[in-house]
């Protein structure tokens, strides 16, 4: 998924990573920026990307230091489709293969219907799986394997990592059809219980 392509305006002064960075930390002192108020002008596509794995790259070499990735995340905004980052004074596309997040820990409380998912995100997000937060699993068309799924902040989903995914399955039940996971008072659906393998 990329975003828009449109180039800035002539004259305007192209974005750039670190005058993002700056206005990011600026705005994120005190918690997370409020991006959802914020609506600047369209500034052109910045060449950054997320990898499938969570990386992110700049001018296709990898960011290596955990807190500015910390810091573009928290202004990351997800509209029509499309990825953004934004302050109050710009938005800028970037591209990303998959998520933006990937869900690589969780802790589980309880068991059954009274069971709760925490999820921990490789930037340091951490949620609750439930009404608010909801686990997905898209399944591909030609080989049926899995991608599961959990709603982080406004449209912006984790994948979640294959080694946590195989933990959830061992927590899964069936219910109405379905093998899925309880959390937060919500059951989510895996797989239909007669596509589930025997073994």
């Not at 918690?31 to 596509?45: I, K, M, S």
């Not at 001018?59 to 489709?81: A, N």
């Not at 069936?174 to 797989?191: A, K, M, N, P, Q």
């Amino acid at each position: 998924m990329t975003s828009g392509s449109t180039p800035p305006e002539t004259g305007s002064e192209p974005p750039s990573a670190e005058g993002l960075a700056a206005a990011a930390k600026t705005a994120s002192k005190g918690g997370l920026p409020p991006v959802h108020l914020w609506n600047p002008p369209f500034c052109g596509d910045l060449d950054m990307r997320i990898a499938r794995d969570g990386t992110w790259f700049y001018l296709g070499t990898p960011i290596g230091r955990f807190e500015l990735v910390r810091l573009f995340s928290s202004i990351l905004k997800l509209e029509d489709g499309k990825y953004f980052l934004v302050t109050p004074v710009e938005k800028v596309g970037i591209t990303v293969e998959d998520a933006p997040f990937v869900a690589v820990d969780f802790e589980v409380d309880g068991t059954d219907e009274a069971q709760v998912l925490r999820f921990e995100t490789h930037v340091g997000d951490r949620v609750e799986a439930g009404p608010a937060h909801k686990i997905r699993v898209v399944r591909d068309e030609e080989t049926g394997e899995p991608a599961p799924y959990v709603m982080v902040r406004a449209g912006l989903e984790a994948l979640i990592d294959r080694k946590s995914f195989y933990r959830l399955v061992d927590l899964g039940c069936h219910r109405d059809g379905w093998f899925g996971l309880w959390s937060g008072g919500e059951f989510f659906g895996v797989i239909p219980s007669d596509e589930l393998p025997d073994d």
